[in-house]
């Protein structure tokens, strides 16, 4: 099959910008390797994310705020640290494989953990995502990845599903 001019031209040729998107799961560690593997053999920058489904807020965060006299905000601050940390170990790895490696973090809270990849990734301009085939959340792990589905599905740029 040959490929057209102008399919070539539709299609990045190189990969500068690689967006992790990681949580909690045993996924993060080889997220992380292929990654920096891809970063320091392509020469990219990575960006790495992690979403707070800010939808769990509603009935989980009425139980929390219930039991907890109404701080709904506190449960909202212990996340957001964890996220923090946890996007500081993944940069502290990475560069701890190759410290020349850009490494870019942020935490982003949004009510639809596929939607907030996709269009983070879009806004950054990426040129590859990888995310992990199962997460950490209940429902979503019954799915047995509808998160990498959905990013997979919509995403304007390849997507590397690590399982």
Not at 108 to 123: E, F, G, R
Request: one cysteine or more; proline letters at 2%.
């Amino acid at each position: 099959m040959e490929i057209s001019a102008k399919d070539q031209q539709s299609y990045p040729t190189k990969v500068k910008k690689i967006l992790i998107a990681v949580d909690k799961s045993g996924y993060k560690s080889k997220i992380v390797v292929y990654a920096a593997t891809l970063a320091n053999t392509l020469d990219a920058r990575i960006y790495a994310i992690h979403v707070i489904d800010d939808s769990s807020f509603g009935v989980v965060g009425d139980m929390i705020s219930y039991y907890r006299g109404g701080k709904i905000d506190e449960y909202k601050k212990i996340l957001t640290k964890q996220a923090g940390q946890l996007l500081n170990d993944i940069k502290s790895e990475i560069i701890r494989w190759n410290k020349d490696i850009k490494v870019t973090t942020n935490i982003i809270i949004d009510s639809s953990v596929p939607n907030a990849i996709i269009d983070y990734a879009k806004k950054m301009g990426i040129d590859l995502i990888i995310v992990g085939t199962q997460g950490m959340t209940g429902l979503e792990k019954f799915l047995l990845g509808s998160v990498a589905s959905k990013v997979i599905i919509h995403a304007h740029c390849p997507v590397l599903a690590i399982r």
